[in-house]
């Protein structure tokens, strides 16, 4: 007999069915899971998870022999990555980040102005100024060409009350560096990026109250998230000058490559290839940011989660495509080297593995070191005789990449 437990009642060991949240709401890639330590549990409770369910009179299973280890070994992507495909595209990575990043500063203040814009003009009721969002988008467009890294770092930078909009623009970024990497021209590029723009405007038919609910929705308040699809749906239909591929975004952002979203259940190729690297695109960037009942996880563990999920929700290809697209290590990542040194991804090079990193902490020795660039893609004594070997947790270190590459 199934039964729902408190997160609090947990044990290492014990086996859980499945969550009471959604899938998106929990740490693991999967429903069913053994919880394995007591750090798991403590994980749940971060993200806001306040039951599961168990087998009634469950007693734990024994676990093995835990080895205790000086450090664990970080998470690695590199099982993914061959020769063939470690190349970064160099169309998306012309100027170096020190010069591009203060023109990414005010494209993106911009662009942040203009979502405020459309989406006050929505919730007014008065027709989106299309001008201004195809403007953004073009600008944005161009950023990302010269230096793609500089607006992903820029996007790590949020508001929890601004989310809304920051959402919008980060959608519009991922998905234009996205259409970039996958090779298309520049008409689809910036029509499919003006759909990531556009893609939430349905939500400003939702009451703020749901909207920035500080807790876990209820059924009834889930039900009405999910009309914001529909109302998408409508306002883009009233408005001169949106394309097809636009609205389908709108619409198809939140449905599942196994039939599994909403609002039409659509599944595989049903969903426009516009709205599978939307909901893809769309997930990574809801599930780094900081919200008002949770607080933002690791890039490079959010890809992690793609990478299962790309076997159930999402196009397995498309998956693929986008984490090569975003870096294996994205600029901001705090990356352990083989050497023992602690180091921040300044940007990406013409190899996924081997980016530039800020060297900041040696391990092996404990201590802070002063701080140096150093190209992994170099050949030996200019930084390439070392590599990464996984990426670390900034949060557990304590450290603010963001500070290290004077962004904040």
């Not at 595989?268 to 919200?291: K, P, W």
Request: glycine fraction near 6%; include cysteine; aromatic fraction near 6%.
């Amino acid at each position: 007999m199934i039964k729902k437990v408190a997160i609090e009642e947990l044990q290492p060991g014990m086996h859980v069915e499945r969550f009471d949240c959604g899938w998106l709401d929990h740490p693991f890639v999967f429903n069913s899971k053994q919880i394995k330590n007591q750090r798991e549990i403590e994980r749940l409770k971060d993200w806001g998870v306040t039951h599961a369910y168990i087998e009634d009179g469950q007693v734990p299973d024994p676990l093995p022999p835990r080895v205790k280890k000086e450090r664990p070994r970080p998470l690695s992507f590199e099982h993914m990555i061959t020769p063939q495909n470690a190349r970064v595209d160099r169309e998306l990575r012309h100027i170096p980040i020190r010069h591009e990043i203060v023109r990414a500063q005010k494209i993106r203040h911009r662009a942040s102005q203009a979502a405020k814009n459309i989406l006050a003009d929505v919730q007014a009721g008065k027709e989106i100024q299309t001008r201004e969002a195809e403007t953004a988008v073009g600008e944005l467009d161009n950023s990302i060409c010269h230096n793609k890294d500089a607006l992903f770092l820029l996007m790590r930078l949020r508001k929890k009350d601004e989310y809304t909009f920051d959402h919008s623009v980060s959608v519009g970024v991922l998905l234009l560096a996205f259409c970039r990497a996958m090779g298309f021209d520049q008409e689809t590029t910036r029509t499919i990026g003006l759909g990531g723009l556009l893609h939430d405007v349905g939500k400003m038919a939702i009451p703020l109250t749901i909207l920035n609910k500080p807790s876990a929705l209820n059924e009834e308040e889930f039900k009405k998230i999910q009309q914001h699809v529909v109302y998408c749906k409508e306002i883009l239909a009233s408005t001169h000058n949106i394309s097809l591929p636009v609205a389908q975004i709108a619409m198809e952002h939140h449905e599942r490559f196994d039939g599994t979203g909403y609002p039409s259940g659509l599944a595989a190729d049903a969903i426009s290839l516009g709205g599978q690297m939307a909901s893809i695109a769309d997930v990574f960037d809801a599930l780094t940011s900081d919200r008002c009942y949770r607080n933002g996880i690791d890039q490079v563990e959010v890809l992690r989660k793609l990478y299962g999920w790309s076997r159930s929700h999402f196009n397995e290809e498309l998956v693929h495509r986008f984490i090569r697209c975003i870096g294996v290590y994205p600029a901001g990542t705090l990356v352990q080297l083989e050497s023992g040194m602690l180091g921040v991804v300044v940007e990406s090079t013409d190899n996924l593995l081997r980016p530039v990193v800020r060297l900041i902490y040696d391990t092996r020795h404990d201590w802070a070191i002063r701080q140096k660039d150093i190209d992994l893609s170099r050949p030996s004594g200019k930084g390439g005789e070392d590599r990464i070997i996984g990426y670390e947790s900034a949060k557990r270190w304590r450290i603010n990449p963001l500070k290290i590459l004077g962004i904040t």
